[in-house]
């Protein structure tokens, strides 16, 4: 069975601080990986695709990097307007994505 | 202009009662999807749509039934609700059927009493 991982559950990080998320992903025949950000009381909103092992993208603070077990959204010199739930999703067949419970961050001034 | 909205934004109904939740995307995508997202804040997949036809049908029970017109709307009906399916459902669309990324709607928050 597909499954996704996210540590750590919640982070706390000064403005400035900079860290890395990680999801580790159990899927058989790794299509995509996704990565989207939720603002509370909203959908969520698409952040990257990465097909492949090694594979990087990235956009403004944010960069996200794929191994063959896992993937790490980096976010350098974080500001508040960060502070958001990040989802890791995999694909595997078809076009369900599997989404992992997601990481809290909260960025403080 | 919004992408795809979904109408009610919060519902608050008894135990027993039928209601239906609508979705419409402007984006020209030809893939829709309903996701529900539980207090665990886990999405995950219960209908998919691609032009009109359903193709993805997850283990959900068949109290809940989607509704295609057309490829810009997909619509949700629950009958019989009951107390467990309280949850935040969201509508989302894609270009296609594989690898493009998902657009969601901003979600009803459905509560059942």
């Known amino acids: 069975e597909d499954q996704v991982t996210q540590s750590p559950e919640a982070l706390r990080l000064q403005e400035g601080e900079s860290s890395s998320l990680n999801c580790s992903y159990t899927?058989?025949?790794?299509?995509?990986l996704f990565w989207y950000r939720q603002d509370p009381g909203k959908g969520p909103e698409f952040l990257f695709t990465l097909y492949s092992a090694g594979e990087e993208k990235e956009k403004e603070r944010l960069k996200a990097t794929l191994t063959k077990k896992e993937s790490f959204l980096h976010i350098t010199a974080p500001k508040p307007e960060d502070s958001a739930t990040y989802l890791c999703?995999?694909?595997?067949?078809?076009?369900?994505?599997?989404f992992g419970a997601g990481t809290i961050l909260r960025v403080k001034s | 202009d919004t992408a795809v909205s979904q109408t009610p934004k919060y519902l608050v109904t008894q135990m027993g009662n039928d209601k239906s939740i609508k979705c419409e995307q402007n984006?020209?995508?030809?893939?829709m999807y309903w996701y529900k997202q539980d207090s665990k804040k886990f999405l995950k997949i219960m209908f998919s749509?691609?032009?009109?036809?359903?193709?993805i049908n997850e283990t959900v029970p068949n109290r809940f039934s989607p509704k295609s017109p057309d490829k810009a709307h997909l619509n949700l009906h629950i009958n019989s609700l009951e107390l467990g399916d309280s949850a935040v459902y969201f509508c989302?669309?894609?270009?296609?059927?594989?690898?493009?990324?998902?657009?969601f709607g901003n979600g009803t928050r459905l509560t059942v009493t």
């Open positions: 984006l020209g995508h030809d893939t």
């Open positions: 999703a995999v694909q595997a067949g078809g076009n369900k994505l599997v």
């Open positions: 749509y691609n032009n009109k036809e359903l193709i």
């Open positions: 899927v058989s025949g790794l299509r995509g």
């Open positions: 989302a669309s894609s270009r296609d059927r594989e690898y493009s990324p998902l657009h």
